[in-house]
């Protein structure tokens, strides 16, 4: 039965229809060719290919797969039982390979644990990891596999692409609301696709320009910030409607010096929020005690 979410239904399936990162394809190319892979990790920003990636190195190749995601099986049970099970089992294939989608959710004790499933079983079985953040992934982890960055497509790559599958989903379409489509949420490709088939009305595509908001609202977050302005802060995270500040911690990290010239008060300020929103439900008022602290440091 054909896929009705589109970010499934045009996920390509073999590596000239991927999307970008010419450099990585020419080397997993070559990986299909030999039917041998190394153990990877793909990293990069959500939406950009990651997962695609890996499914379509599996697809390509005489493999048996597993395919976990590690944002909601993190612990080290899963290790144990599911990803050493799968690579202790013999296999009529001459590979295995383990795919651990949102690897920098795995908790460090799971981490470790697959440190040495990956010697163990490195005979017969290879690994995939994907992540948001390498940083989260141990140096051990690392040093057994070959690290990809996954750079998003160029926004022109990702225009032409939204374009074709509106094409031939029949719906009608101006460049203008790809340049909104394009600019608001570049450069998560998989946000894009799903903005269109919510859409996508009657073989129009109706966009509600009053809920995209952009995806740079980082931005937006530092020029307020400059000003003081906490309630105009509040406002923007509100509508940006994000569950996940990591990359705004981050951004407020990168780039201190336009906010504070107090930039070693407020890394530490920082660090200190990144810990207490492990422990904390509402990560909003997590952010936002953080802002107001760092507003406090002008």
Request: hydrophobic share 40%; with cysteine; net charge neutral.
């Amino acid at each position: 039965m054909e896929n009705s979410l589109w970010v499934e239904k045009y996920r390509p399936d073999v590596l000239k229809n991927y999307v970008g990162n010419e450099n990585i394809k020419s080397t997993i190319t070559k990986y299909i060719e030999t039917n041998d892979i190394q153990n990877l990790i793909f990293y990069g920003p959500a939406g950009t290919g990651k997962t695609t990636l890996a499914k379509i190195i599996v697809k390509n190749i005489d493999c048996d797969y597993l395919y976990i995601n590690a944002s909601d099986e993190r612990g080290i049970d899963t290790i144990r039982d599911k990803v050493s099970g799968f690579a202790s089992t013999a296999s009529f294939k001459p590979l295995k390979v383990i795919i651990l989608d949102e690897a920098d959710f795995l908790t460090i004790n799971a981490q470790a644990s697959l440190r040495n499933i990956i010697e163990t079983f490195s005979r017969s079985t290879r690994f995939i990891l994907t992540c948001n953040f390498l940083e989260r992934v141990i140096d051990p982890l690392q040093s057994r596999c070959h690290v990809f960055k996954i750079v998003p497509p160029s926004k022109s790559e990702v225009a032409r692409h939204t374009h074709n599958i509106l094409h031939q989903e029949s719906v009608v379409h101006t460049e203008d609301d790809l340049k909104i489509l394009v600019e608001n949420h570049y450069p998560d490709l998989r946000k894009i696709i799903n903005t269109c088939q919510i859409s996508a009305k009657d073989g129009n595509l109706v966009l509600d320009k009053q809920a995209l908001v952009s995806s740079t609202y980082h931005d937006e977050v530092i020029k307020l910030l400059k000003k003081g302005s906490f309630s105009g802060i509040r406002q923007v995270i509100a509508n940006a409607n994000v569950n996940d500040f990591d990359e705004l911690y981050r951004v407020l990290y990168d780039r201190a010096e336009e906010y504070t010239k107090n930039i070693a008060l407020a890394t530490i300020t920082i660090e200190e929020y990144l810990y207490h929103k492990n422990f904390r439900i509402d990560q909003e008022i997590c952010v936002m005690a953080c802002i107001a602290k760092l507003i406090q440091l002008k």
